[in-house]
């Protein structure tokens, strides 16, 4: 790192932020909350549609669950195979949960009964997938308008598309022709949203579909804790899921440090340039797999492109994969490396007399440091890791033109 971007990494550092955080009267548990409230948040999403559409292997898709094998694999099949509706938690996040309905339209669930049904609980999710296999007729949009006017999210998917492309020649063609079909009718409707995503369960990065653009949907028509919940627990990159992430992390920066810095401060009250490691290290570690940078994506992405691990770090300069050990030397080096610039910046009185207000904190200045050091070590090294997930997201496209990365 130069001096110049040392500088400014520092000059960066929001006392405001800090300020205002520590303002709050229980800030300890405002920041735990601020870093993991979303772990706690249920999300349920709905896929519903006729018999046979491919719900339920698209429930399977979603949670890369790809063998029969496998204890949470959604039973498909030809014939009608849901007949209770049954939740299938994300493997990454227990409560993120796929809800696999019934089909519409059966002997047992017929479509005037079906939103009544007691089984079914219509109205209780978060996000309703709806979804066909061909056409989109009065039935997707008869349920579509009812979520619409309880003020539900949904969205509609076109699904087993790589069925229609077998064999045809110019695909880009078949799918407009595709969507134009699926559109004619739901745009007809009343509802507000009107797009609809085509996808293939079996071919999830198939150049021309969808998918990559509707695990983005999900996030984004998602809010909140829930958005958070949704859009760390998806295993997929995309560029603008890397986008979004990078966001969210960004924002977690000030709580962490505090969190690194109070943290020191109760451990060793009398060192004032220390932080708490073990609570970068555990945040360095949460950078890593949701950004999809960890060891063994770099050895699935090796394998997609032929090339082995150290040809991939090598010619395209990836730097972070060497470093994920963190020591104390480290992190107090750093804090070492900007003690200088840090007195380029004035404490205000205000906040000053906050810090020193604390019971376990005995200098603002040690305080101060401790925070800037575990802002800026976190702040740089995400950085960096944003940019090796961008690198990796790079080759996938390069090497192999798909437009999803799946992460571990
Ligand atoms: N080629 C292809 N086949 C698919 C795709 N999605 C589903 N299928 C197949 O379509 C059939 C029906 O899929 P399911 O996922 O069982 O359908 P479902 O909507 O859950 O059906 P019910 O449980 O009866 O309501 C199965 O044989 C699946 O393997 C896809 O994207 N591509
Ligand atoms: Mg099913």
């Not at 409230?37 to 549609?49: I, P, Q, R, T």
């Not at 990078?246 to 009398?270: H, N, Q, Y």
């Amino acid at each position: 790192m130069t001096e110049d971007e040392k500088k400014k990494i520092i000059l960066q550092w929001r006392e405001k932020d800090l300020q205002k955080c520590l303002y709050e009267k229980d800030f300890m548990s405002l920041a735990k909350s601020k870093i993991e409230s979303w772990k706690n948040e249920l999300v349920n999403v709905a896929v519903l549609g006729r018999t046979g559409v491919g719900k339920s292997r698209f429930i399977n898709a979603i949670r890369d669950c790809q063998s029969e094998k496998e204890s949470d694999y959604a039973p498909t099949g030809s014939t009608e195979t849901t007949s209770t509706p049954k939740a299938y938690p994300h493997p990454r996040n227990k409560l993120l949960q796929l809800w696999d309905l019934p089909g519409i339209g059966t002997k047992n669930f017929p479509r005037k009964d079906y939103i009544r049904h007691e089984k079914i609980r219509f109205y209780s999710y978060d996000i309703y997938i709806i979804m066909a296999s061909d056409r989109f007729t009065e039935d997707e949009v008869f349920f579509a308008e009812k979520l619409d006017e309880s003020g539900k999210v949904f969205i509609f998917v076109r699904s087993r598309v790589d069925i229609n492309l077998d064999g045809v020649d110019d695909m880009e063609a078949e799918v407009n022709k595709i969507r134009k079909d699926c559109e004619e009718i739901v745009k007809t409707s009343t509802v507000k949203s009107k797009d609809v995503y085509l996808i293939s369960s079996k071919l999830v990065d198939h150049r021309y579909l969808d998918f990559p653009k509707l695990i983005e949907r999900l996030v984004e028509k998602s809010s909140g804790l829930k958005k958070e919940a949704v859009m760390y627990s998806l295993q997929y990159n995309t560029k603008k899921m890397i986008n979004g992430k990078a966001g969210a992390l960004e924002s977690r920066l000030v709580w962490t440090g505090l969190k690194a810095a109070f943290g020191a401060a109760i451990l060793v009250p009398d060192l004032s340039l220390t932080v708490d490691y073990r609570s970068i290290s555990s945040e360095m570690e949460f950078y890593r797999k949701t950004l999809g940078i960890t060891d063994s994506d770099l050895q699935d992405l090796a394998k997609i492109t032929g090339k082995t691990v150290d040809v991939l770090k090598h010619e395209y300069k990836l730097q972070t994969f060497d470093i994920f050990k963190i020591t104390t030397k480290d992190v107090t080096e750093l804090g070492m490396q900007f003690a200088p610039y840090l007195k380029h910046i004035s404490m205000s009185e205000a906040l000053e007399s906050t810090v020193k207000s604390l019971p376990v904190i005995s200098s603002a200045l040690g305080f101060g440091i401790s925070f800037a050091t575990a802002y800026c070590f976190l702040r740089s090294n995400l950085h960096l890791m944003l940019e090796d997930a961008r690198t990796m997201f790079d080759i996938l496209l390069k090497e192999t033109g798909s437009e999803i990365l799946y992460i571990n």
